[in-house]
């Protein structure tokens, strides 16, 4: 007869891959990670679980597809339940890897030995993005199909490389069978094997560096079983709570089928990347595609580099004043981006005003100069009252965060008919 007691040492050694024996308690106070780690990874979990029974019913063929949707959700037992927690939790794990990301720059913890971790973290939410947006085009309904039309196409604006690479995305020329193909083997082939790869990589570099960084507070050591353990189980049964809620009360959306001579009015891309739909509305598509988000992209990566005495890892915002400072540039981005929004809507037209000029600067150089002149006048004043390098850094990042939501929201709420604004 098995003894419970060597069944337990076996269920601790298991947690031990994932923990060490005792951890600062102050390390496992909520408040410090709010446990969005290991959510992303049950959610990943529940996707992946959910995403192997969708396949036993799923037919990615144009003609059979929409098709095979609407028989899971009228035929199988509890299939409609089924692909509901599927797309809430791809949604929910959008949202959760994002703020896990601000919680992990805003806690200063990817510098020095964290630095590595947060370059993986980047290419995880990279990858969380993809499948997102590979999987929302294998129901083939109308909402689907022109998403992906619409994002396909801004790829296409990136120089030398955008036109290839978003004619080997779709297949050929248009979003097609072969578009169908490509994304339904990225979805359960590839994208899956490279996020098991990276989660493992992620969690292995989170065990190497002792786990979460307290800082300069140090507290009592405490048994990782039950203290830590605990409070995971309670968050993961919360998560699956909350996403069987959502998934009894909200049905994953589904249009008519995909038709690709009629288009939607207004035709969406998911809400994820709405922001870079809101931004086509105001500026030229080559800055949407890559003047602004390689700029950006190479930021994120940079940061992590910085090299100053004036760090403090694991404390929030680094000090008060950093806090007060975060505050004051997201209500400035905030306020300032509505301004644009509006002013660009109703009162600027650079593309008749200076009808004579190229668009890629008519329509492209003047509205990003009129972003970037006043935010870096803002920026310049907090560096004249003080603001210390990496105060400069986290505002410089509250100011691109906000004014991306602020877009997405813009996007998803007030575009109407024709992409007008409504209130």
Do not use: C
Request: proline share 5%; net charge positive; glycine share 6%.
């Amino acid at each position: 007869m098995n003894n419970p007691k060597e069944k337990r040492s076996v269920l601790v050694k298991f947690l031990l891959h994932l923990h060490p024996l005792k951890v600062d308690v102050n390390a496992i106070k909520y408040t410090r990670t709010f446990g969005l780690g290991g959510i992303a990874a049950l959610l990943f979990v529940m996707l992946a679980s959910t995403g192997i029974m969708l396949r036993f019913s799923y037919v990615p063929v144009i003609d059979r597809a929409y098709g095979s949707i609407l028989s899971l959700q009228k035929y199988y037992v509890f299939g409609q339940l089924l692909r509901n927690i599927h797309y809430w939790s791809a949604n929910l794990m959008v949202l959760v890897v994002f703020l896990h990301l601000l919680r992990v720059f805003y806690s200063q913890s990817i510098y020095f030995e964290r630095r590595k971790n947060w370059l993986y973290g980047l290419v995880l939410f990279t990858l969380v993005l993809s499948f997102n947006f590979t999987g929302y085009l294998l129901p083939w309904d109308q909402l689907s199909y022109w998403a992906v039309t619409i994002m396909t196409g801004i790829l296409g604006y990136i120089p030398l490389i955008g036109p290839p690479l978003s004619a080997v995305l779709k297949g050929g020329e248009q979003v097609g069978q072969n578009t169908l193909t490509n994304f339904y083997a990225l979805h359960t082939g590839l994208l899956p094997l490279l996020m098991i790869v990276f989660i493992v990589l992620h969690f292995w570099l989170v065990r190497k560096v002792k786990g979460v960084t307290t800082g300069k507070e140090r507290g009592e050591y405490i048994e990782v079983n039950p203290h830590l353990v605990r409070k995971e189980i309670i968050a993961a049964l919360s998560v699956v709570a909350l996403v069987i809620f959502l998934s009894i009360f909200f049905n994953a959306p589904l249009k008519e089928m995909a038709n690709p001579l009629v288009s939607p009015n207004p035709s969406k891309a998911p809400w994820y990347f709405m922001g870079l739909q809101e931004f086509l509305m105001h500026i030229h598509p080559a800055f949407v595609a890559f003047v602004i988000p390689v700029p950006v992209i190479w930021f994120f990566i940079y940061v992590s580099y910085l090299k100053t005495d004036d760090v403090n890892v694991g404390v929030w915002f680094n000090s008060d004043k950093g806090l007060r400072l975060v505050k004051q540039s997201a209500l400035f981005s905030f306020l300032f981006t509505v301004i644009l929004i509006l002013a660009t809507e109703y009162v600027l037209d650079f593309r008749e005003w200076f009808s004579g000029m190229p668009l890629i600067i008519s329509t492209g150089l003047f509205p990003l100069l009129l972003y970037i002149i006043p935010a870096g006048g803002y920026l310049w004043a907090l560096k004249k009252k003080g603001a210390t390098r990496i105060e400069m850094y986290m505002v410089l990042t509250t100011i691109i965060i906000v004014s991306y939501i602020v877009m997405m929201m813009t996007g998803l709420w007030l575009r109407g008919e024709s992409m007008k604004l409504i209130f």
